[in-house]
């Protein structure tokens, strides 16, 4: 019988040498979730028997708040939700977890993200949804997978980890909130979303939840742009002084699909599109604050054309083109201008170090380069999840790549130039409720 006497446990005999003594649940917010068939699954570090597969179920989401009952109270606010937790490995024991994906959004990008995650081992795509029956089974089908038309059926299937979210920038919220609700991680594509407030009320639900949250900017991950952040790092032209960014897309109706065009879905053109790799790269090279810009486009409110100056911090000036060139080859190059050389970036015609008269190539573009791009940014999420920590572009990062976004079309509209704050919201700590955007 076990006695406890001033803080100690007596009675309990010691392991016997080379053996592992049990260990307890450190903290009840380490509970698993809820298992798919309503059992009470065992504490996290309640030893399972042995060969024993731990069991992988979710919480059911609480369903969007337009499709429950004028009145009914909000599950996700109750309080009577076990709180999700992030997966993590005992110590000592290799990264072997699978990670199983939900595909929200099959068009040309989702093809790229089953391509990546054929790539990365440990990942699978589990599970695909979209409105579009045919094109859900037609990405689903060869990956064994299941097919959905409604990403909240996808959700409380209990058959995924973690979502990426592929869809119109408009309706990023409702599912990123809708996954974080039910435990899931998420990737979601950029821009993350339409408005600072939904960027928000998402970087809340996902702290709230204690579930990653990455957002899908893949510049840093193309073998040119890192050839280049590798140069600047190493200062090989010194501090960057200037910069030029210019690329091409063809925004005219009937060039992609029609919500591209909807305001009300896209958020805007070819900037909030095309344009948000441009800020993301210019961000992420330099390491440097926008404090100010000053923009101009061409047609409203689906602009086809932008051109944007933007002041950062340390006095460095950047400039940034995106037009729509019609039925011509698209263009995409960015030039960096230091103290002591310049760099020359481009996904066409590669990386190249200018300095003292001579030109070295750091990078040449190859048929590989995309793809391999794509699949470092789902290696660094599942890399994320497993091992506890921020992906290497998180949520507030593309809050700000939006604010900068935004500040330019104020900036359009005024025909002068819009400060940008750069400040942090006060976004709830994990043990804070829900925020009420993301469940009313």
């Known amino acids: 019988m076990l006695r406890r006497q001033g803080g100690a446990v007596r009675g309990l005999r010691r392991a016997a040498p080379g053996t592992r003594r049990p260990r307890r649940p450190r903290d009840r917010r380490l509970r698993r979730r809820d298992s798919g068939d309503g059992g009470d699954p065992p504490h996290r570090g309640v030893p399972a028997q042995a060969g024993a597969r731990p069991p992988r179920g979710r919480t059911r989401p609480a369903a969007h708040a337009r499709t429950r009952p004028a009145g009914a109270p909000d599950p996700a606010a109750s309080g009577n939700r076990r709180p999700p937790v992030l997966r993590r490995r005992p110590e000592g024991e290799p990264f072997v977890t699978e990670l199983r994906l939900g595909l929200v959004g099959a068009g040309a990008v989702g093809a790229l993200h089953v391509e990546a995650a054929q790539r990365v081992p440990g990942v699978r795509v589990a599970?695909?949804?979209?409105?579009?029956?045919?094109?859900?089974?037609?990405?689903?089908?060869?990956?064994?997978?299941?097919?959905?038309?409604?990403?909240?059926?996808?959700?409380?299937?209990?058959?995924?980890?973690?979502?990426?979210?592929?869809?119109?920038?408009?309706?990023?919220?409702?599912?990123?909130?809708?996954?974080?609700?039910?435990?899931?991680?998420?990737?979601?594509?950029?821009?993350?979303?339409?408005?600072?407030?939904?960027?928000?009320?998402?970087?809340?639900?996902?702290?709230?939840?204690?579930?990653?949250?990455?957002?899908?900017?893949?510049?840093?991950?193309?073998?040119?742009?890192?050839?280049?952040?590798?140069?600047?790092?190493?200062?090989?032209?010194?501090?960057?002084?200037?910069?030029?960014?210019?690329?091409?897309?063809?925004?005219?109706?009937?060039?992609?699909?029609?919500?591209?065009?909807?305001?009300?879905?896209?958020?805007?053109?070819?900037?909030?599109?095309?344009?948000?790799?441009?800020?993301?790269?210019?961000?992420?090279?330099?390491?440097?604050?926008?404090?100010?810009?000053?923009?101009?486009?061409?047609?409203?409110?689906?602009?086809?054309?932008?051109?944007?100056?933007?002041?950062?911090?340390?006095?460095?000036?950047?400039?940034?083109?995106?037009?729509?060139?019609?039925?011509?080859?698209?263009?995409?190059?960015?030039?960096?201008?230091?103290?002591?050389?310049?760099?020359?970036?481009?996904?066409?015609?590669?990386?190249?170090?200018?300095?003292?008269?001579?030109?070295?190539w750091l990078h040449r573009p190859g048929p590989e380069d995309i793809p391999a791009a794509f699949a470092a940014q789902l290696a660094d999420f599942a890399a994320a999840v497993a091992e506890d920590r921020e992906p290497a572009v998180g949520g507030p990062h593309g809050r700000r790549v939006l604010e900068i976004i935004l500040a330019t079309y104020s900036s359009a509209r005024r025909r002068g130039p819009v400060q940008v704050s750069g400040r942090r919201p006060p976004w709830p700590a994990a043990t804070h409720p829900a925020p009420t955007s993301c469940s009313s």
């Open 127 to 360: 599970s695909v949804c979209d409105l579009d029956p045919v094109a859900a089974r037609r990405l689903a089908a060869p990956l064994d997978a299941r097919a959905y038309t409604d990403h909240r059926d996808l959700i409380a299937s209990g058959g995924v980890d973690a979502v990426l979210v592929n869809t119109p920038h408009a309706v990023h919220t409702a599912i990123v909130c809708d996954a974080a609700a039910a435990g899931l991680h998420v990737l979601v594509e950029k821009p993350m979303a339409t408005s600072l407030a939904d960027c928000d009320a998402m970087i809340a639900a996902c702290a709230e939840a204690r579930v990653r949250l990455a957002v899908g900017h893949v510049q840093r991950f193309l073998p040119d742009k890192a050839a280049a952040k590798a140069a600047l790092d190493a200062g090989e032209i010194g501090e960057p002084v200037l910069v030029s960014d210019r690329r091409g897309s063809d925004y005219r109706a009937g060039s992609r699909p029609s919500w591209f065009l909807d305001p009300r879905v896209a958020g805007g053109g070819v900037f909030i599109n095309i344009g948000a790799h441009c800020v993301d790269r210019l961000l992420w090279l330099t390491g440097r604050r926008v404090e100010q810009v000053d923009g101009r486009l061409k047609n409203t409110p689906i602009e086809t054309d932008v051109l944007v100056r933007l002041d950062l911090t340390g006095g460095l000036t950047a400039h940034i083109a995106v037009t729509s060139t019609g039925p011509a080859a698209p263009h995409d190059e960015m030039t960096v201008v230091g103290e002591t050389g310049t760099l020359s970036i481009s996904p066409h015609t590669g990386t190249a170090l200018h300095k003292d008269g001579t030109t070295a």
